[in-house]
């Protein structure tokens, strides 16, 4: 009786096991796609010098960029025009300086490479599956950025402008399957947004991004003074 007994609740057991599934998705392009680009554009402006545009009026023409990415290579070089001091133009009309975006290449290259047996078939014989003893997944990023500033007025070319060369990568090692073991700069610029303690010190990328706020002009009666009778007296004319 008793080996019926657990004959019946093995048989419940199997009847109530259910199992749990996850729905996921993922955006048309990957994240290590966007970051590759992105790294790359951003290491491409850090070498271009800004500060020529200090106090002036800039138009960024971006009718000869097309790229992919476009909207964030133009912020960035804005970005870089306001932190050296330069003011955005709106319009052509009220800029001082127009400067012209262009992209020579900004994307990225994919590679895959093992150390193994590569699959063998032998028709009516037999076949051999592929065997990866040491496998590499290779992305590689690049941005290709030129830059040309002349006069809005005159249209007198500022400098020589020119281009601005960079790369990123991401690699991917696995060994007998497993991994994978990453490094690259897309790595390292993840690396270096992630506290990795308390009161970390300093970080490239910063979690929190903070701004000044903007200069407020003096109230209209700063200069005056307010007399015990009610009346409103001119700082310079008490001096």
């Not at 990415?69 to 330069?86: A, E, F, I, P, T």
């Not at 290449?105 to 895959?112: E, F, H, P």
């Not at 032998?122 to 290779?138: A, Q, T, W």
């Amino acid at each position: 009786m008793s080996r019926v007994h657990a004959l019946v609740v093995c048989a419940g057991v199997l009847v109530l096991c259910g199992c749990t599934s996850t729905s996921t998705s993922n955006t048309a392009r990957s994240a290590t796609e966007q970051m590759l680009v992105s790294n790359a554009v951003d290491q491409s402006l850090s070498k271009v010098d800004f500060q020529a545009f200090a106090h002036r009026k800039v138009f960024v023409e971006d009718k000869y960029l097309d790229c992919v990415d476009k909207n964030y290579v133009l912020s960035s070089v804005r970005h870089h025009v306001l932190m050296q001091g330069g003011r955005i133009a709106p319009k052509v009309d009220e800029a001082d300086v127009i400067l012209e975006v262009r992209s020579g290449a900004i994307g990225t290259n994919s590679s895959n490479s093992f150390l193994g047996i590569p699959a063998i078939t032998i028709p009516g014989m037999f076949s051999v599956p592929e065997i990866k003893l040491v496998n590499r997944v290779s992305q590689v990023g690049m941005a290709k950025i030129g830059l040309v500033a002349y006069d809005a007025k005159s249209h007198d070319v500022l400098g020589d402008g020119g281009m601005s060369l960079a790369k990123s990568d991401e690699n991917n090692w696995y060994v007998f399957g497993v991994g994978p073991w990453q490094h690259g700069t897309v790595k390292k610029e993840v690396d270096r947004g992630q506290p990795r303690y308390s009161n970390q010190p300093w970080i490239e990328v910063p979690p929190q991004v903070a701004f000044a706020a903007p200069l407020k002009a003096p109230p209209a009666d700063e200069d005056k003074v307010r007399l015990t009778s009610g009346q409103d007296e001119d700082k310079k004319s008490l001096k």
